[in-house]
């Protein structure tokens, strides 16, 4: 299978602190779950490898960390970024308004080719809390933003029961091949 090309595609998630992005990123690679929570310092990456259809694919997912005094991140941490995922808590009203910031921050830092195409996804996390009904983010509220941003794919997930985590993250991954 030498004939196939590898391609390494660069994903950063992005997202206030405690909405789950290190969990969803455990429970994509490594099939684990915690309850604990231990604060993202700076950055690191996971890899997984997937094939679609043809290509082989490397995912480099960046985690990041929501807590600002964890934050170091320079230009160069962004630069050559293939997709951006937002994660953002359905049960906190305050991870999603900072989405707009979230959104902002990543186009200014990495400052893609074409702002307006580069591609973005949505995850709203933790749809199992309390059956979902201690959510405050309705699930079309979450779609009028992704809509306001230039139609940005949306997914409601739950890294705790695997719920829909899969499916976002081979969609990140078409995201990133095709905008590669
Ligand atoms: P920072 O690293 O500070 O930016 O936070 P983070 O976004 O990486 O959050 P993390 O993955 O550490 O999760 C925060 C807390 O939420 C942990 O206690 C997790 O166990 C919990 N958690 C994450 N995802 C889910 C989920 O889908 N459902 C439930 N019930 N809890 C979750
Ligand atoms: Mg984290």
């Given at each position: 299978m030498s004939s196939r090309r590898r391609t390494l595609l660069k994903v950063i998630v992005l997202g206030d602190s405690g909405v789950g992005k290190t969990s969803l990123m455990n429970q994509y690679v490594h099939k684990?779950?915690?309850q604990q929570y231990k604060a993202t310092i700076g950055a690191d990456f996971v890899t997984k490898e997937l094939q679609i259809e043809d290509r082989l694919v490397t995912l480099q997912i960046w985690d990041t960390a929501g807590q600002e005094r964890f934050q170091s991140l320079g230009v160069a941490f962004y630069r050559g970024a293939d997709c951006c995922i937002l994660v953002y808590d359905v049960n906190v009203r305050k991870s999603f308004d900072t989405l707009d910031n979230w959104h902002e921050e990543f186009l200014n830092q990495a400052s893609p080719t074409d702002p307006k195409t580069f591609p973005?996804?949505?995850l709203g996390n933790k749809v199992d809390i309390d059956g979902g009904n201690s959510r405050v983010v309705s699930d079309k509220k979450a779609r009028e933003w992704c809509a306001s941003k230039g139609n940005i794919?949306?997914?409601?997930?739950?890294?705790?029961e695997d719920y829909n985590v899969d499916a976002a993250f081979l969609c990140v991954a078409k995201l990133a091949l095709a905008n590669d």
């Open positions: 684990k779950f915690s973005f996804i949505l794919p949306y997914f409601e997930t739950s890294a705790k």
